[in-house]
């Protein structure tokens, strides 16, 4: 069955949206979709499948490259037209509310498992085939899944450039941070059937954007079986319905609800059969409970439960279900999740001022019970990564003025505050860093504070943080975060450093540690967008993403 989401949106919400994509990149969108576009098309057969077979993909688009899915034709290696199935699957939900992605279905042979296709936006489309569902193509796979017959890759730059997966920037071979993932991945890839564990911090939205930025068929399938083995054991009905139950992993657990990977399934596959408008909703139901945890709404006591990994999935999750649907009340709930955390950065309930950090108690944290005269005011820098990626991903779609300083703050934050310093090795006689990195690797702290003493974030670093430069990987997104916002060129540069030095973990020795498998997930889901901001930081945005503010 096929599943739609377009919705009628209120003249004042168009009005609005319509305010975040500047002038400018309108324009330049125009210009793209006014010459036509082309791009390579390889299927791969997955079952060595032989005959004609149905093949079912999706081809994303950056915004205003394609207004008319009747434009988009398939063509062979001479040039002629094959006979396909074309629809859009996914709209921009600003700009000119183009399409983001449409979902193409052709029927062919394979030579060898492989054929070559193009598909361009030249001309109108001349010769039509009737659609079918998505699991007409499926065959039986390992694991007791059902894997399509045939996937299509597409060439890195174009998947880089359509904003599927925000800004990304292709495979480089001379890119440290892409030998380190493509090593991790040698131990990460095979599917962990039996590691409920290993998929907390969303590993098929991890490996999506890998692919997106590698164009692999390889990292393509393990992405698809991530996905498909994720939604199938998803709670579709009763109390926790919604939530992911697997092994240790339970429906009520809202720290292993993803909405991500369907939106990227859909527009890099154009695979809908998984969800449905109501699961959708029954997912977002968690995260607006907070499910067991009970971390939602905004932060109002100092002696109240909260992560920021709580918190930032569940802002990436939000603004995921508002692109995959439009559901005004999504949009809305992206608001009031900025405004949570913009309120909790500014005017914190335990009244000791601002620092930059989302500050609140260590022993909440933990899940222990609250004592004022015992506890740790403070932040986990790691946890704060997932918070940075929730804002933004919601920069992308709303341009909220208030995200951009909230970046630098926390950056600033970091930079005083959460990075273990050599003087601090010396003082407490060890660096809790794996040797991997080297002399200059960087490590921060498993627990910062901005309130604490130096003797109390060492007892606290001995108690929990060896080997937390685990973690320092990821830790680049917040630092190109802030860089990427700030204005004050002493800070740039302070900046500037500390990404510098953050590469040394970029070393291939610390990407085979293999102990804890979600730390592919951990390491990697946001760090292809450090890659992107790394080229961008001084110059103009391109289309379709938010200018920044002066």
């Not at 006979?83 to 394979?110: F, K, M, Y």
């Not at 697997?246 to 991500?260: Q, S």
């Not at 959460?418 to 060890?430: P, V």
Request: aromatic letters at 10%; proline letters at 6%.
């Amino acid at each position: 069955m096929t599943f739609r989401f377009f919705r009628p949106i209120p003249a004042w919400a168009i009005s609005l949206m319509l305010t975040f994509l500047p002038a400018p990149a309108c324009l330049a969108a125009d210009a793209v979709a006014a010459k036509g576009e082309r791009g390579r098309i390889t299927l791969h057969s997955t079952d060595k499948a032989d005959g004609e077979l149905p093949v079912t993909f999706g081809i994303p688009f950056a915004p205003g490259q394609l207004a008319d899915a009747g434009k988009l034709r398939i063509l062979d290696q001479d040039g002629n037209e094959v006979p396909a199935h074309v629809e859009e699957t996914l709209r921009w939900h600003s700009g000119d509310h183009g399409i983001r992605a449409v979902r193409v279905q052709l029927r062919t042979t394979l030579k060898n498992g492989r054929r070559e296709l193009e598909f361009s936006t030249e001309g109108v489309r001349s010769r039509e085939l009737d659609g079918w569902p998505y699991a007409e193509g499926l065959v039986d796979a390992a694991n007791h899944l059902r894997m399509p017959a045939v996937l299509a890759t597409l060439e890195p730059k174009w998947l880089s450039r359509s904003l599927m997966a925000g800004p990304q920037v292709p495979f480089s071979t001379d890119n440290a941070y892409d030998t380190y993932v493509e090593t991790q991945y040698g131990w990460a890839g095979k599917l962990p059937a039996a590691d409920s564990t290993a998929w907390l911090f969303d590993r098929p939205t991890t490996l999506f954007k890998l692919y997106v930025r590698s164009g692999k068929i390889e990292h393509l399938r393990s992405a698809v079986e991530s996905y498909r083995f994720y939604m199938g054991h998803i709670k579709r009905s009763g109390e926790c319905a919604g939530g992911w139950e697997f092994g240790r992993a339970k429906p009520c657990d809202a720290k292993y609800v993803y909405v991500e990977p369907s939106l990227l399934a859909l527009g890099l596959t154009g695979d809908d059969s998984l969800y449905t408008p109501e699961l959708i909703d029954r997912m977002m139901a968690l995260w607006d409970t907070g499910g067991w945890s009970g971390i939602g709404g905004p932060y109002r006591s100092p002696d109240q439960n909260f992560t920021e990994r709580h918190i930032g999935l569940g802002l990436i999750e939000t603004v995921a279900a508002f692109e995959l649907t439009g559901k005004p009340e999504y949009r809305k709930r992206i608001a009031e999740r900025i405004g949570w955390l913009h309120e909790h950065q500014e005017n914190n309930p335990d009244l000791l001022g601002k620092d930059g950090s989302w500050r609140h108690s260590w022993q909440r944290h933990e899940g222990a019970s609250y004592d004022v005269a015992t506890d740790v005011r403070g932040a986990s820098p790691w946890m704060s990564e997932n918070i940075i990626d929730g804002l933004w991903h919601a920069w992308l779609v709303t341009a909220d003025p208030r995200i951009p300083g909230m970046m630098v703050s926390f950056g600033r934050y970091l930079e005083e505050h959460g990075w273990i310093t050599k003087e601090t090795f010396k003082l407490a006689g060890h660096s809790w860093r794996d040797d991997c990195s080297g002399e200059d690797g960087q490590i921060a702290w498993y627990w910062s504070s901005s309130q604490a003493s130096m003797a109390t974030l060492i007892r606290m670093q001995d108690e929990g943080g060896e080997y937390s430069d685990s973690h320092t990987v990821q830790l680049a997104l917040p630092v190109a975060a802030a860089r990427y916002f700030e204005t004050d060129p002493a800070w740039k540069s302070k900046f500037d450093k500390r990404l510098e030095l953050i590469a040394h973990s970029y070393a291939v020795e610390c990407a085979r540690t293999s102990s804890t498998a979600r730390r592919f997930n951990w390491n990697n889901r946001g760090a292809g967008t450090v890659q992107w901001m790394l080229k961008n930081f001084d110059s103009a945005p391109e289309p379709g993403i938010p200018a920044r503010p002066k």
